[in-house]
């Protein structure tokens, strides 16, 4: 798909090269720990000074109310200058915790929180998940007992990225015992200093405690920390994997492409033979990908689970490129600490943020209207 850009895009393009080119780290950022959390705040103050944190939120949110047009050129020139990656730990309070309040938090929830997250100043996690409840997430059992202007909540969450490191979360509980499935929720601001929170970071195979169990032993939680309305918090968590699943995985997406150019300059395939054949399918799937990432941003999709296709062919095209780069490169892959860790991290992308049965399952079911399950 080749697509034209204006005067203004492309004068907007060259300002966000000149900026990345003065001023992005490229160095390989620590995974976890406090590290992590350092390293990812200060570059988004960094952002922030120069005026390019949360550049798609409204104007008086502090962003520059830019267009996913726009957006597009950013993330474009965000990738092509190796800038960390935006699947740190302020992804979730950038890309989907702070449009959620922007949609539909009261005014002193985004006096308080919006500043505090552009300016790289508090981390955010998302606990959704429970043992008992992932892909099925309406099954949730953590419990919130309202006690006077309180909730009393007691549970677990697990799978949460970077619940170690964060100051606050998004977290989605049953207010209302009586009601079942995706009525009686709540999605409430906690403080993860809160009594009662214990963290338990899980290690994963790469190495890394990217994730944590989360328990709840009555962790008090003021009823004005809750976002969208009281047991509404389903549409409040429908809104915000909206967020996620948009414009969010946009700069996801477009950094394949140039992880598939890295390894084609390190592999320095000779033409014609089954490497270069290889790579070269690599670069046109990387190519296709970027297409569907375009199109859904410059027109509304005919459906709107058409989100799961490109969510599905971008999850197994990471796993083909991180599979490419072990075969490609053979040894000298092992001793790579960034590669080995890519390739031992994709593992999770058919897992995270919907598996790809449950994405198989919505493509079938709404998209190809076959049968559900
Ligand atoms: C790296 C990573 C980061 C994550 N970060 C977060 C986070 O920050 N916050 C958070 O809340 N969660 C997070 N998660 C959790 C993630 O959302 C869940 O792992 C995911 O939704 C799947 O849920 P589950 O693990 O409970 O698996 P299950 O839902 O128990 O599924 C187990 C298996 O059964 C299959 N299956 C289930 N139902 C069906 C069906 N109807 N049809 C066919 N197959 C089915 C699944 O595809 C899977 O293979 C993260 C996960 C990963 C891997």
Known sequence: MQLEFSEDDERFRQAARDWLAANAPTDTPPYDGQPARDYALSWLAKCHAGGWSGIGWPREYGGQSLAPSKLILWYEEYVRARAPSVLDCTFVSVNHAGPTLIALGTDEQKTFHLPRILEGKSVWCQGFSEPGAGSDLASLSTTGRVEGDEIVVNGQKIWTSFADIADYQELLIRTDPEQKRHRGLSWVICDMESPGITVRPIRNMAGVTHFAEVFYDDVRIPLSNVVGGLHDGWRTAMTTLGF????????????????????????????????????ADLRAEGAALRAMTYRTIFREPANPSEGSLMRLYFAE??????????DVLGPEALTDTALTHDYLEAYSETIAGGTAEIQRNIIAERILG???E
């Open 244 to 279: 996620e699943r948009k414009t969010a995985a946009m700069g996801v997406q477009l950094a394949l492409s140039i992880r598939i150019e890295d390894l084609i300059a390190r592999a320095e395939p000779t033409p014609g033979s089954a490497m270069a054949e290889r790579l």
């Open 317 to 326: 095209l990471a796993q083909r490129i991180a599979q490419a780069s072990m």
């Open 370 to 372: 076959l049968p559900r």
